[in-house]
C-alpha cells in the first residue's frame, strides 16, 4: 500500500494501481489529474475534509468512483451520488475493504452542533479517525493517520489517542491549521508517544509517500 499525504486532512492511498482518496477538502490544493480513483472518502461534513468543487475535479476524471460518507455528508452533499455508511460496516469497492467506526465528530465547544462523523479502516492496515478519538476496539493498527491540530483536540489528548490506539506507525494528519513552529511541536509530541508503545512515527508533509 502507497499513502501519499496531501494538505490538511487528505490522503491519497494506492493499492495494486487502484486508488482511494481520503477527505479531499478546502484546505487543500486542487486535486487535478488523479486517475484510477475507485472510491472517495468523506468522514463528516465540514468544509475543511469536503468541497463541491472537489468532488465535482475527482469526478470529472474518475465517473465511476464511488463517494461515502456518512449521513451527515450525504445531507450536506446535495446533488452528488452517496452512499451512506455506519459504524461497524464494512464496504468492498475497488480493491478496497473500508470498515467503518466511531459515529460522531469529536466535540468543538458546546455551543457548536456535533455532527456525523466515522473513522475507518482501509485494507486491514491503515486508519484515519476522521475528526474523531475513535479507537477501532479488536484492531490491531499497522498505521495510523493521527491528527495533529484542530480546535476539536489538544496535544495530550492527541498522545492519549496514539497511545491508546498502539500502531505500529504514525503519521500526522489535520494539520492545516498549525504554523510551521506549531507542527514541529506537535511532530515532538506524537513521535515520543509512539515510539514510547513500540511504533515508528513518519513527520509526513504534503506529497509525501509512504510505503506500508
Known sequence: MRITKLEHAALVVEEGGRRLVVDP????????GLRDVQAIVIT???????????????????????VLGPEGVAKAAEGFDVQVVHP???VQVGGFALRFFGGRHAVIHQ?????????????????YPGDSFTV???????????????????????????????????FPTHYGVLSAAGKQLSDA????????????????????????
Not at 25 to 32: R, S
Not at 113 to 124: H, Y
Open 25 to 32: 477538502g478546502g484546505l487543500v490544493n486542487p486535486v487535478l
Open 44 to 66: 463528516h461534513e465540514h468544509a475543511d475534509h469536503w468541497t463541491p468543487e472537489q468532488l465535482r475535479r475527482i469526478l470529472g476524471d474518475n465517473a465511476k468512483a464511488v
Open 88 to 90: 461497524g460496516e464494512t
Open 111 to 127: 455551543s457548536i452542533p456535533v455532527v456525523d462523523n466515522v473513522g475507518v479502516l482501509i485494507n486491514d492496515r491503515l486508519y
Open 136 to 170: 477501532p476496539e479488536g484492531v490491531e493498527v499497522d498505521t495510523l493517520a493521527a491528527p495533529a491540530g484542530a480546535p476539536w483536540l489538544k496535544i495530550s489528548e492527541a498522545m492519549d489517542f496514539v497511545t491508546a490506539v498502539k500502531p505500529k506507525r504514525a
Open 189 to 212: 509530541r506524537l513521535k515520543d508517544v509512539t515510539e514510547a508503545a513500540g511504533g515508528e512515527y513518519h513527520a509526513l508533509e504534503p506529497e509525501d509517500v509512504l510505503d506500508i
